[in-house]
């Protein structure tokens, strides 16, 4: 299978930093989640609002505007597309289960992303 894209990271010091394909999709698309609609220089629009309405009640309006927000992010990225996007409530915070398509590849993978509430922390499987 030839590889379609190449990048860096600093998280795989084992693998000497370098990503490719899905590796590297799936690292744009967690960096995109871990930052704050606003907070990114030169582009506000970038990030997402889910870290800012965290401790809003979870109502079906505030569901639909993180669907809403994770369709943005979708679009965004040109290489991926998300099939279906689950949004739920869990104790300590959000989870979302977007299935990926790669698009080049036309192939598709699920991601668990777990916005925790009390650690502040977004955690992937």
Not at 46 to 54: D, P, S
């Amino acid at each position: 299978m030839a590889t379609f894209y190449k990048g860096f990271s600093t998280l795989g010091a084992s693998k000497k930093f370098r990503l490719t394909d899905e590796e590297l999709v799936k690292q744009d698309i967690i960096n995109h989640f871990n930052i704050r609609k606003g907070e990114k220089l030169m582009n506000p629009n970038f990030g997402t609002i889910i870290w800012n309405v965290m401790h809003e009640p979870f109502t079906s309006e505030l569901k639909s505007l993180i669907t809403s927000d994770i369709e943005a992010i979708a679009k965004y990225d040109p290489r991926v597309s998300f099939d279906n996007i689950v949004v739920t409530e869990y104790n300590q915070g959000l989870q979302i289960a977007l299935e990926l398509r790669y698009l080049q590849t036309n192939q598709s993978s699920v991601m668990n992303l777990q916005f925790d509430n009390q650690s502040k922390q977004l955690s992937v499987s």
